[in-house]
């Protein structure tokens, strides 16, 4: 089987703040096509290192596709870095700069004369048009070796690798197909579901399984390979089928299902309504609810009551509860959800409070101490969870850990 390796080119993407998504998105599509994607790497504007990174990555893999680094700049060093590391010359193209003017003059623009790199191609390459931005991509064959250079900007890199890209790499991918299955875990640990999974493993030879840790939850990933999809397909259900059986009701989707994702279908599918009452949350909860397409069908809304004396106003939480419990505690998280629940009309009442850090908590409810309440045509639940991780993060898995328990009373009737 055909193997990829992906550089993702740019220093942005070394910092906290940026993330690189397009090496996801372009393993999605290589596995469809047949391909398995075996390295992917950040490399910074260094031009050292990018040149090292494409020398290797070209070594080792029958496909290399790099994204970003196409710009006009000075630091946009792919063009040059692939070349170096190709051991051939670039050549301006005219046809690609006289594009590049047309646009700019189509919006009133000067073009800077820096642009003009952008029109440079690998010698014996060929360039793929970008009419989303101004950074041509590339394609460079060799004795069975293939590099793409790619922009980075998904709007233009998307559309250039399905219309350009894909229909050139579709013949030397073999007769194999990749198929895979992703499932969906929540309220395991990673060892603790290694623990329960490893038995599986060795009944399944034909199959490939990775597991993947994420702040929130768990990913089972089961990968196949085989003439057509119907063939992978038979390879993968049985074991996919296996790790449902054993993980029990800890699979909560599929895919890219998010957990509000599958809390809302249950709702609607069930003609149920749901509200929410946050505190520690601020309303999270209802963001990821509403970021939904169709929430509208089965939430009514929030109340964010950080204060104690909003929590009595707005949710009728007594103001004597207040003072003998504390606002985190289990009977302020029980008359939240109910509060919620008779105010709002909804069938279900979510409730959050607790300590989100870095400052408070108590000896007996430190910091990451979270009361969930849960309102339903049953009656009123309560439950104590706790977290690590700081404040951001212990928000972000309270809002987790209360959509995962509506879930399961859903699952309950």
């Known amino acids: 089987m055909p193997n990829v390796e992906i550089l993702a080119v740019g220093s942005e993407l070394l910092t906290p703040e940026r993330v690189d998504t397009n090496s996801l998105w372009l393993t999605a599509q290589l596995n469809e096509l047949g391909f398995e994607v075996t390295a992917k790497s950040i490399i910074g504007d260094h031009r050292d290192r990018l040149t ?53 003059s189509r919006l009133g623009r000067p073009i800077p004369e820096n642009n003009r790199r952008q029109s440079l191609v690998l010698q014996g390459g060929e360039w793929l048009a970008n009419p989303n931005g101004t950074a041509p991509g590339q394609w460079f064959f060799r004795e069975g070796k293939v590099l793409v250079l790619l922009p980075g900007p998904p709007r233009e890199l998307k559309p250039m690798f399905s219309n350009h890209v894909a229909e050139r790499l579709r013949p030397l991918a073999g007769s194999n197909v990749l198929v895979r299955r992703t499932l969906k875990i929540y309220g395991l640990g990673e060892s603790a579901m290694d623990e329960l999974l490893a ?34 397909l038979l390879k993968v259900s049985p074991l996919e089928a296996a790790v449902r059986e054993v993980l029990g009701l800890y699979v909560y989707g599929e895919r890219v299902q ?13 003609g149920k309504t749901l509200a929410t009452a946050e505190s520690i949350t601020g309303g999270l909860v209802a963001q990821r609810v509403t970021e939904v397409a169709g929430s509208s069908g089965y939430f009514l809304g929030s109340f964010v009551t950080y204060s104690e004396r909003l929590k009595s106003e707005l949710l009728g939480v007594p103001e ?9 505690s ?13 105010r709002t009309g909804a069938d279900y009442a979510l409730s959050l409070t607790g300590y989100a850090g870095p400052d408070g908590g108590t000896e007996e409810d430190p910091v990451g101490t979270v009361y969930l309440g849960l309102a339903g045509p049953k009656g009123v639940e309560t439950k104590r969870v706790k977290f690590l991780g700081d404040r951001e993060l ?3 898995r309270a809002a987790q850990a209360a959509l995962d328990w509506l879930r399961r009373a859903l699952l309950e009737g």
């Open 52 to 104: 090292l990174a494409f020398r290797q990555a070209l070594a080792s893999a029958d496909v290399v596709i790099s994204t970003g680094g196409l710009g006009p700049t000075e630091d946009d060093l792919t063009r040059d870095c692939a070349a170096e590391a190709l051991g051939v010359p670039l050549d301006a193209v005219d046809s690609i700069w006289e594009d590049l003017q047309a646009k700019f």
């Open 199 to 232: 038995p599986l493993y060795g009944q399944h030879p034909g199959v490939s399984v990775t597991t993947l840790f994420t702040p929130l939850d768990l990913e089972v990933h089961l990968l196949a390979s085989g003439a057509t999809s119907e063939e992978g």
């Open 258 to 270: 998010s957990l509000a994702e599958v809390v809302g279908a249950q709702l609607l599918a069930a």
């Open 320 to 328: 004597g509860m207040l003072a003998q419990y504390s606002a985190v």
């Open 330 to 342: 289990w009977p302020v998280a029980e008359a939240m959800a109910a509060g919620a629940r008779s």
């Open 394 to 396: 212990v928000r972000s």
